[in-house]
């Protein structure tokens, strides 16, 4: 097995089990391995450390999967990361009341660096990041066939980090039929189509799925503003909740059609919702000109800081997003607001509302804090796989 030697002094991260090694704390590669290939990491004195997928390519020049020099990382050790990832799921998210729609496999956090495979009812979304995973592809998707039987597995690798390993961007049929237009899935009692293979992410954003039944409690008699509302989660749980009525706001034409969609799937009142196919940012400036108030208001952006370098200029627009919210809080409502930028940390998260309280002439009491499901799950060795938080606050 070739080789990769670590430069001296940078033995930390490694012993602490954190799953990246940076190219530039790579010594040495003795041999010529092709990209995605399973390399020996050994320290500068030529002692073994663990094994990894090796990639010139990308910034990460190595991800280990082993500690144990004794452990071979073949084809079985490979159907044993899936088989407990989806048990951990089977056993605790996919039973009835709660879910037929997850995360399975989460990446490092699953001991699987660059595999995420989403479960939609009877069909699986993969998205595969590194082209180690990529090299193991077929056994994966046999022992997901093996342990779940699903009727499609489609390939739904468009996340622009697979640029970053030299990898392509792909949308193809992996095994069984090609995921029809519509799958119903069923999330905290309510219904929901998702188009696997036009749809955003890998179809729906499943970890949101504890915060908006906790955000929902809050929402009968309310009037709600559900702003980046995609295909309607907080929409929805907010009428399944009492809520006397919702706006809800998303750029996405096609999110905004199928919003409405599952309104009348679920057989809601159609006429408490407002479905607004527009800009958030110029959406709450008109609503702040009409004057117009809510009880709840909701943001739930993308991803605006990338990367830690990233983080200033990401900070300012959450700030100026929060405070367009508070604006239009009637006093002492309740904001929901979140950030999926794993680059941002809660206390950040924290200071950058403080300022868009300021900013705005309110006060603010933070009285809950939203996380990630435990379908996405951080390891305790890989504090980058936390990304999703929110913050439920009290505006005066
Ligand atoms: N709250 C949703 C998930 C939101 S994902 C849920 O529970 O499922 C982020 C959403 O923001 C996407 O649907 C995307 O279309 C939308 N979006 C991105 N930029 C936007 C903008 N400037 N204005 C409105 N919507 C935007």
């Not at 990361?81 to 709660?98: M, T």
């Not at 990041?129 to 699903?150: F, M, Y």
């Not at 407002?274 to 004057?291: C, H, M, W, Y």
């Amino acid at each position: 097995m070739i080789e990769v030697i670590l430069k001296k002094g940078k033995e930390k991260a490694v012993l602490h089990k954190h799953p990246w090694v940076f190219s530039g704390a790579v010594e040495r590669v003795i041999g010529k391995p092709e990209n995605g290939d399973i390399v020996r990491l050994v320290d500068a004195k030529g002692q073994f450390m663990a094994y990894g997928f090796y990639n010139d390519q990308s910034r990460v020049a190595l991800r280990l999967l082993e500690w144990d020099e004794n452990v071979a990382i073949d084809e079985q050790w490979f159907r044993g990361k899936v088989a407990e990832a989806v048990e951990s799921r089977q056993k605790d998210i996919l039973v009835d009341g709660v879910t037929n729609t997850c995360r399975l496999i989460f990446s490092e956090s699953d001991y699987l660096p660059g595999l995420i495979v989403d479960k939609y009812a009877d069909h699986l979304a993969v998205q595969v990041l590194t082209s180690g995973i990529e090299k193991n592809l077929a056994v994966i998707i046999d022992e997901l066939q093996k342990l779940l039987n699903p009727a499609s597995i489609f390939d739904k690798s468009d996340a622009s980090s697979r640029t970053h390993e030299g990898l392509d961007t792909k949308n193809i049929v992996l095994a069984g039929i090609h995921p029809p237009e519509r799958v119903e899935v069923k999330e905290n009692g309510i219904t929901y189509n998702i188009n696997i293979a036009e749809g955003q992410k890998s179809g729906f954003y499943c970890d949101q799925r504890e915060n908006r039944k906790i955000l929902a409690a809050y929402a009968k008699g309310k009037k709600v503003l559900d702003c980046f509302s995609y295909t309607g989660g907080f929409t929805l749980n907010s009428l399944q909740n009492g809520a006397a009525s919702v706006s809800s706001v998303d750029s996405s034409v096609l999110a905004v059609e199928t919003l409405k969609e599952n309104i009348s799937l679920n057989k809601f009142d159609t006429t408490k919702v407002t479905a607004i196919p527009s800009d958030v940012n110029k959406q709450l400036r008109k609503f702040r000109e009409e004057g117009e108030l809510f009880d709840i208001v909701i943001l739930d952006p993308p991803k605006y800081a990338p990367s830690r370098s990233a983080l200033d200029k990401a900070s300012r627009a959450y700030k100026d997003l929060n405070r367009l919210g508070m604006l239009l809080l009637n006093k002492g409502g309740l904001l929901a607001t979140f950030s999926c930028s794993g680059a941002m940390d809660m206390e950040t998260f924290k200071q950058v509302l403080a300022w868009a309280a300021l900013d705005a002439g309110k006060q603010v009491q933070f009285i809950y804090q939203f996380c990630q499901p435990e379908d996405h799950p951080v390891r305790s060795s890989f504090p980058e796989g936390e990304y999703l938080k929110g913050l439920l606050c009290r505006v005066f």
